[in-house]
C-alpha cells in the first residue's frame, strides 16, 4: 500500500508537524514583511529629509506662469506663486506690483462689505486701503500695470 503522507516515521500519526516549507515560509514571511517596513520607513524617512526646502522652480518656468496667471487675471493665485517660490528679484516686480495693488483693492472691498454688513468699527480700514489703492494707481513703475491699477481707483472713487 501507499504510504500514509500523515503517518511519521514510525507509523504514528504525526498530525502537529507542519511540513517544513510552510514553517519556512510562516518564518521568512514575517521577516520578510518587518524588512519591507523598515525599508520603506527608510526612504520615506530619507525622502523627506531630502525634499525639505527644495521647493524649487526655474526662472523661466515661474515667468511663463506668472504671465499666465497675470493674462487671466489671477492675481491672487500669482501672489501665492511669488511668496511660494520666494521670487523676490527685480524681474519679479512687475508681478508683485500687480498682486499688491488687487491685493490692496480686495482688502478694500472686503472691509466696506464688513461696514454693510453692520460691523461699526471698520471706517479707519476702509480709508486706509482706499487711500492705499490711489497711491498704487498714482506711483505705478509698470506701464502694463497702470490701466489696470487706475481701474481699481476709478471703482472706489
Do not use: H
Not at 508537524?17 to 520578510?32: A, D, E, H, M, Y
Not at 472691498?109 to 489703492?133: F, M, P
Amino acid at each position: 500500500m501507499g504510504e500514509n503522507r500523515f503517518l511519521g516515521k514510525y507509523n504514528r500519526k504525526n498530525v502537529e508537524k507542519k511540513p517544513t516549507i510552510i514553517k519556512f515560509l510562516l518564518k521568512s514571511g514575517s521577516i520578510l514583511a518587518i524588512l519591507i517596513v523598515l525599508y520603506t520607513l527608510g526612504i520615506s524617512t530619507v525622502a523627506v529629509i531630502v525634499d525639505i526646502g527644495t521647493a524649487d522652480i526655474s526662472d523661466k518656468d515661474a515667468i511663463r506662469y506668472l504671465d499666465s496667471k497675470y493674462y487671466e487675471a489671477e492675481y491672487g493665485d500669482m501672489r501665492s506663486v511669488l511668496q511660494l517660490y520666494d521670487l523676490y528679484d527685480a524681474k519679479y516686480d512687475i508681478y508683485w506690483e500687480m498682486a499688491d495693488g488687487y491685493m490692496d483693492f480686495i482688502q478694500y472691498n472686503q472691509w466696506k462689505s464688513a461696514k454693510e454688513e453692520g460691523l461699526t468699527e471698520c471706517e479707519d480700514k476702509i480709508e486706509y486701503y482706499r487711500q492705499k489703492v490711489m497711491a498704487n494707481a498714482e506711483n505705478c513703475q509698470f506701464v502694463k500695470n497702470k490701466d489696470k491699477l487706475l481701474g481699481y481707483a476709478e471703482q472706489i472713487k
